[in-house]
């Protein structure tokens, strides 16, 4: 069942972070076939098309369709995804996700792309030389005559290697594990820290694909901000929990945007959980860390509680309200002065936006 909330008239908002998103609708099924469709853009890079499907599909209808009538105003659903909804209401399937889902470049490309480190560009290129299985990949790599060399293709080598581990998901009581162990590191070399699990996890999500942990520290202010991922990375590291760090990004200054979400200092690396743990598994986990200086550090854990696509409307919506919005902080477009948000809360309240539990947040 569906909480009250869902039933709200604004479910119908252009914006998802004006909606109110479970993690379960009552339309799953019609939600798995456009979700085919949408990955198969997402693997030609067709963006604004992948983008048109995940809009449609990050909306919540409070009931099962049943009818076309019923989602006359829905927003974003052009003639393409009306004629796909009017189909799978007939037929309970929609032939475009049946064709993708036994067709061999879209396998191959979503397999592909289930290593850390290989995305869709990477992918189409690993499918166009005519690799089709990981040992494929293996070869290749082993092989002189990969053009990746040593270093292009060092990102996924070992995300080949862990492949089979990294793509088992992480129960709750395990991220919370992870939390515990990220915090006591983080008290050993910076006392009065603080810090949140974001991501999945925060939305209510039972498993995880990875775990995303925001901290801060009371001295880490503007330019103090330096080196407290590195710093915490190589503590880990020295304790045998960090075995790898995939990529990292310094915030440069001026800030550049250079990942496209943030410029907070982030480090994404894989985690081993000590043999001591209850919760071993000998199972290698994809662990994000990522430092706000203090007075940004509600907005980045905004930022990184997701889901993408509330993040992707936050975005919209702040720039309507004449401000900007990205994890590392709100600021003014006309003057370019930054709000400091004193909780999360505040965060919305600055944003002209009304409260949404992170567990609705899952457009
Ligand atoms: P993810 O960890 O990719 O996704 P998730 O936690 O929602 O789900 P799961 O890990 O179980 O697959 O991203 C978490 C949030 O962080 C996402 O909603 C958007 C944000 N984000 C950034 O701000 N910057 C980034 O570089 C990435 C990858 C994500
Ligand atoms: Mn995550
Ligand atoms: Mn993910
Ligand atoms: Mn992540």
Not at 42 to 48: A, D, K, L, P, W
């Amino acid at each position: 069942t569906l909480p009250d909330l869902v039933y709200e008239p604004r479910y119908k908002s252009r914006f998802a972070c004006e909606r109110y998103s479970p993690l379960i609708c009552p339309n799953q099924d019609l939600v798995k076939e456009l979700h085919i469709i949408k990955l198969a853009r997402e693997m030609e890079s067709e963006e604004r098309s992948a983008l048109s499907y995940s809009r449609a599909i990050s909306v919540t209808f409070p009931e099962k369709i049943k009818s076309m009538s019923q989602i006359s105003d829905i927003p974003y659903l052009g003639d393409k995804l009306t004629g796909m909804i009017q189909e799978f209401l007939s037929k309970s399937t929609i032939s475009q996700a049946r064709q993708l889902s036994s067709d061999t470049r879209y396998q191959t490309l979503i397999s592909f792309t289930s290593v850390y480190g290989i995305g869709p560009h990477t992918a189409r290129h690993l499918y166009d030389l005519g690799l089709r299985t990981f040992d494929d990949l293996s070869r290749y790599l082993g092989s002189d005559d990969n053009a990746e060399g040593s270093g292009g293709s060092f990102a996924w080598r070992e995300g080949l290697r862990l492949r089979d581990e990294l793509s088992v998901k992480i129960p709750r009581a395990e991220v919370e594990e992870m939390g515990r162990l990220v915090d006591r590191a983080l008290q050993d070399i910076l006392p009065g820290s603080e810090s949140t699990i974001c991501g999945g996890y925060r939305r209510g999500k039972l498993e995880s694909n990875d775990v995303d942990i925001v901290f801060t520290h009371p001295q880490g202010q503007g330019n103090k901000a330096n080196n407290m991922v590195a710093r915490l990375v190589e503590r880990m590291r020295k304790d045998g929990l960090i075995t790898h760090t995939m990529r990292e990004s310094r915030s440069l200054r001026p800030a550049t945007n250079h990942d496209g979400w943030d410029t907070l200092d982030k480090s994404l690396t894989i985690f081993n959980l000590p043999k001591t743990s209850p919760y071993y598994k000998g199972i290698h986990r994809r662990l994000d860390l990522i430092y706000a200086p203090r007075e940004v550090y509600w907005t980045a854990v905004v930022g990184w509680t997701g889901s993408t696509m509330f993040e992707r409307d936050l975005r919209l919506w702040a720039k309507q309200k004449g401000l900007k919005f990205d994890s590392s902080g709100i600021t003014r477009r006309r003057d370019t002065k930054a709000l400091y948000a004193t909780s999360e809360r505040d965060v919305f309240k600055l944003l002209e936006l009304e409260w949404i539990e992170p567990r609705l947040r899952n457009a």
